[in-house]
């Protein structure tokens, strides 16, 4: 969760570049696999 608001915050607040400009689709698309892997089942072995 913590990851989310800092992007959020260097995004929109801090207009940190190149995140201010990159579209919505190209951060999901590199932030989801970071997300999902915080849902993601850990293995035990």
Sequence with gaps: M???IGL???RYVVKI???ASTSV???VALVAPVVQRCF???DPA
């Design 2 to 4: 913590s990851h989310l």
């Design 8 to 10: 959020a915050f260097a």
């Design 17 to 19: 570049e190149p995140l």
């Design 25 to 27: 689709e190209e951060l």
């Design 40 to 42: 993601d089942p850990v």
